[in-house]
């Protein structure tokens, strides 16, 4: 199981960054209403997230880290025909065998509660012990890659890790108004979000994260059409071209990358004479469920939309009316 979890951890553990956003994932899975990411040398010496959320029980504990585990499969070979299915609910093993991992959690609301359980490599022997600690659940990961030294060695300068996992944390951010977020970076604050879904405090936490010009240059936008709803703010022509990298697009609350989408907005940009611009956006698509599957692959953020050409259709449809109304 140990050379499962460490081949499935090639899979989820690219970086830091990886780390931080399968943890948070795991914060926002149970339910928490505010998250603190700490970090010590861009993630590499320390990575800890702390939420509020549900807890893990005593018992629940070690499964947390040793799920799916299969004592069955033996060889590589074996192995590879797995990978290709792609590892799910394998984070935290995968995360624990190639670092020192510690869990703690309660699922109480009495903060003298608690219980703690770690695990180091691929010395995974989860001794449950009594641990304090509020409502909620810690887990902090020290030395990455202490025992994959050639996988070590790919990790950057610490002030490119801390981008990436930056990154990771903004879209995380802006994916949950309704969270309460911290970053926190060698003991320094750098982003502290208070949570908040009313328009007033979305704009706060844009303005936070992507800096006030973001929104003094940019198109606020809500429209909706056939079960689809397409929300957010778009760069304006006079946006600095500083900030070309602010792409983000989020169909039903999650970060997606899609060909069809950037096309789309692409398309919209270019038709309205945004000339040479790099379109600039914070998108929310909102559609049934039934219309799409998001969990194509576990780490890229893919999405399939059953009908793409009628996405397609909405998304620049929407965009072309908005952004030409705003030149008129
Ligand atoms: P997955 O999230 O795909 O189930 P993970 O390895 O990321 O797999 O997590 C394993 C399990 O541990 C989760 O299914 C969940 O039950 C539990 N867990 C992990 N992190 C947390 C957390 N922060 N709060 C509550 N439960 C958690
Ligand atoms: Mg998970």
Redesign the pocket.
């Known amino acids: 199981p140990r050379l499962a979890n460490q081949i499935a951890a090639g899979e989820v553990v690219e970086r830091p960054a990886s780390v931080v956003k399968?943890?948070v994932?795991?914060?926002i899975?149970?339910g928490?209403r505010r998250i603190e990411v700490d970090l010590e040398a861009g993630g590499a010496r320390l990575i800890r997230?702390r939420?509020d959320?549900?807890?893990?029980g005593e018992e629940?504990l070690p499964?947390?880290?040793s799920?799916h585990a299969t004592s069955k499969i033996l060889s590589l070979e074996e192995l590879e025909g797995v990978a290709s299915l792609g590892f799910?609910?394998?984070?935290?093993?995968?995360?624990s065998s190639v670092s020192r991992l510690e869990?703690v959690?309660n699922t109480d609301d009495d903060p003298t509660a608690g219980w703690r359980v770690v695990a180091e490599g691929r010395q995974m022997e989860p001794r449950v012990s009594p641990a304090p600690h509020p409502r909620?659940?810690s887990?902090t990961v020290r030395d990455l890659f202490f025992n994959t030294p050639a996988r070590r060695k790919f990790l950057r300068t610490e002030k490119t890790e801390f981008g990436h996992v930056e990154e990771a944390f903004r879209r995380q951010a802006l994916s949950r108004f309704d969270i309460g977020w911290v970053l926190r970076h060698n003991q320094k604050t750098l982003h502290q979000l208070r949570p908040g879904d009313d328009p007033v405090a979305r704009e706060r936490r844009i303005a936070s994260l992507l800096g006030k010009g973001f929104l003094e240059n940019a198109l606020h936008l809500d429209l909706g059409a056939a079960g689809l709803r397409l929300w957010g703010w778009v760069g304006l022509p006079t946006h600095s071209r500083a900030q070309a990298d602010q792409q983000y697009f989020f169909v039903n609350g999650r970060v997606v990358r899609d060909r069809l989408v950037a096309h789309a907005i692409r398309q919209a940009y270019r038709d309205v004479l945004f000339h040479g611009r790099h379109p600039v956006f914070v998108l929310y698509l909102e559609v049934d469920p039934t219309v799409v599957d998001v969990n194509v692959h576990?780490t890229k953020h893919e999405v399939r939309f059953r009908d793409g050409r009628m996405v397609h259709d909405f998304l620049f449809s929407s965009l072309h009316r908005a952004l030409s109304e705003s030149r008129a």
């Not at 959320?53 to 893990?56: A, D, K, P």
């Not at 799910?88 to 995360?95: D, T």
């Open positions: 399968e943890l994932e795991n914060a899975d149970a928490s997230v939420d959320g549900s807890g893990i629940d499964l947390a880290l799920r799910r609910g394998e984070a935290l093993a995968s995360i869990l959690s909620g659940t887990v576990p």
